[in-house]
């Protein structure tokens, strides 16, 4: 994602200027199409699915989520149309021009310029907190305006609460606030109170550049945790809050794997086994994760799958049910994270197929398909102080 802002308050990307939203519909897009509809099995099974995801960055877009619409990749009717009972919104507060997955340091941000262009408030536009805390405050919105369909939620309660009233009624769904890069925390663990209360229940220690507590995959020197980060990992652990190590460099994955105390989440990657690159998890990582009763979401974009098809998105999961065993295997597809999907969430039934096809069965496709996260935030969430 590489945006500028121009004086006229307009979006440049890629060299064409273009508002917000055009560039929303152009970055967050799906791949064509080519493979036959899902076939009736897989459409009942899909329909019998408690169906979870662990990355969108919806919340990046300014866009009404209640509305169904043409631009990326999730909005509520969308989820349910494909049957999501459970979305993570992740928040993204600062990435930097020219973003790759090597080498990055955080000397400029995209993400300036997208807050002012979107019209945001001036407090947003030089503070990382402050955006966090305004796109918390959204998604609160966007739920309160759904007519009773989304809930937000962020305690163990509050998700036992929702899983009994969707058996009642199927349509409705529930997001809950995740963290892309500590960053947004300032250099400050005092504000990690703050976004607690905002209603955030995962970070990260890090995205595409190190911080004040860790390095990243992404980032320059790539080191581990620095004190502040091993400070931040308590305090963490203490709330009840999950770390995730998506973005995470190795010496920080295994230096938080030393010393944590509860399991951790990789909300969004891909697997060397069918992808190999810096972005992926090593089976060793994958074994190592697991054996802490840790979660690894599988990305639906091309750096971590290898391919731009459900086929390829199969393959990965499989490939880490075979390293991990499959209650430690889920979706995190990186909707709308600047990146072109092979579905959007409407799309999830294909998804399915592409399991079933690749030979897993339906009892291991629930599993994966939402089970494995439902299961995990009913033990690692905050118990019923949200």
């Given at each position: 994602?590489?945006?500028?802002?121009?004086?006229?308050?307009l979006v440049l990307l890629g060299g064409f200027l273009a508002t917000p939203a055009l560039v929303d519909k152009n970055i967050n897009q799906v791949y064509p199409i080519t493979a036959p509809a899902p076939s009736k099995q897989a459409q009942s099974l899909h329909r019998s699915l408690w169906i979870a995801d662990l990355h969108a960055d919806s919340l990046l877009w300014q866009r009404d989520l209640n509305q169904a619409g043409g631009r990326g990749h999730v909005d509520f009717p969308r989820l349910a149309q494909g049957n999501v009972a459970l979305q993570a919104f992740s928040v993204v507060t600062k990435t930097p021009r020219k973003m790759n997955i090597d080498r990055n340091d955080g000397d400029s941000d995209n993400i300036t310029a997208l807050?002012?262009?979107?019209?945001?408030?001036?407090?947003?536009?030089?503070?990382?907190?402050?955006?966090?805390?305004?796109q918390a405050k959204e998604l609160h919105q966007l739920a309160d305006a759904s007519q009773g369909s989304m809930r937000v939620i962020g305690s163990r309660a509050q998700l036992r609460n929702f899983i009994a009233a969707r058996d009642k009624e199927p349509r409705l769904m529930a997001g809950w606030l995740t963290l892309e890069g500590a960053h947004a925390l300032e250099g400050k663990l005092g504000n990690l109170d703050m976004l607690y209360r905002a209603g955030y229940r995962m970070a990260a220690p890090t995205h595409f550049f190190d911080t004040e507590l860790s390095g990243s995959q992404h980032g320059m020197k790539k080191g581990g945790l620095t004190p502040l980060g091993r400070d931040w990992l308590r305090a963490m652990e203490q709330r009840k809050m999950i770390v995730d190590l998506a973005h995470a460099s190795g010496p920080t994955i295994d230096e938080v794997l030393t010393l944590a105390k509860r399991p951790v989440m990789?909300?969004?990657t891909g697997v060397r086994g069918t992808c190999?690159?810096?972005r992926n998890l090593s089976d060793a990582q994958l074994k190592r994760i697991a054996a802490q009763g840790g979660l690894v979401g599988i990305g639906f974009w091309n750096t971590a799958v290898c391919g731009k098809d459900v086929q390829a998105i199969a393959?990965?999961?499989?490939?880490a049910v075979s390293v991990m065993g499959v209650e430690h295997v889920a979706y995190g597809s990186d909707f709308d994270g600047a990146v072109t999907t092979a579905i959007d969430a409407a799309g999830l039934p294909r998804l399915t197929q592409a399991l079933l096809d690749a030979g897993l069965s339906p009892a291991q496709i629930r599993r994966i398909a939402g089970e494995n996260v439902r299961d995990f935030l009913l033990k690692n969430l905050p118990d019923d102080d949200a």
């Amino acid at each position: 994602m590489i945006i500028s802002i121009s004086a006229a308050g307009l979006v440049l990307l890629g060299g064409f200027l273009a508002t917000p939203a055009l560039v929303d519909k152009n970055i967050n897009q799906v791949y064509p199409i080519t493979a036959p509809a899902p076939s009736k099995q897989a459409q009942s099974l899909h329909r019998s699915l408690w169906i979870a995801d662990l990355h969108a960055d919806s919340l990046l877009w300014q866009r009404d989520l209640n509305q169904a619409g043409g631009r990326g990749h999730v909005d509520f009717p969308r989820l349910a149309q494909g049957n999501v009972a459970l979305q993570a919104f992740s928040v993204v507060t600062k990435t930097p021009r020219k973003m790759n997955i090597d080498r990055n340091d955080g000397d400029s941000d995209n993400i300036t310029a997208l807050v002012m262009a979107q019209g945001l408030p001036p407090a947003t536009w030089n503070s990382l907190l402050a955006r966090a805390l305004y796109q918390a405050k959204e998604l609160h919105q966007l739920a309160d305006a759904s007519q009773g369909s989304m809930r937000v939620i962020g305690s163990r309660a509050q998700l036992r609460n929702f899983i009994a009233a969707r058996d009642k009624e199927p349509r409705l769904m529930a997001g809950w606030l995740t963290l892309e890069g500590a960053h947004a925390l300032e250099g400050k663990l005092g504000n990690l109170d703050m976004l607690y209360r905002a209603g955030y229940r995962m970070a990260a220690p890090t995205h595409f550049f190190d911080t004040e507590l860790s390095g990243s995959q992404h980032g320059m020197k790539k080191g581990g945790l620095t004190p502040l980060g091993r400070d931040w990992l308590r305090a963490m652990e203490q709330r009840k809050m999950i770390v995730d190590l998506a973005h995470a460099s190795g010496p920080t994955i295994d230096e938080v794997l030393t010393l944590a105390k509860r399991p951790v989440m990789v909300s969004h990657t891909g697997v060397r086994g069918t992808c190999a690159n810096g972005r992926n998890l090593s089976d060793a990582q994958l074994k190592r994760i697991a054996a802490q009763g840790g979660l690894v979401g599988i990305g639906f974009w091309n750096t971590a799958v290898c391919g731009k098809d459900v086929q390829a998105i199969a393959r990965a999961i499989k490939h880490a049910v075979s390293v991990m065993g499959v209650e430690h295997v889920a979706y995190g597809s990186d909707f709308d994270g600047a990146v072109t999907t092979a579905i959007d969430a409407a799309g999830l039934p294909r998804l399915t197929q592409a399991l079933l096809d690749a030979g897993l069965s339906p009892a291991q496709i629930r599993r994966i398909a939402g089970e494995n996260v439902r299961d995990f935030l009913l033990k690692n969430l905050p118990d019923d102080d949200a």
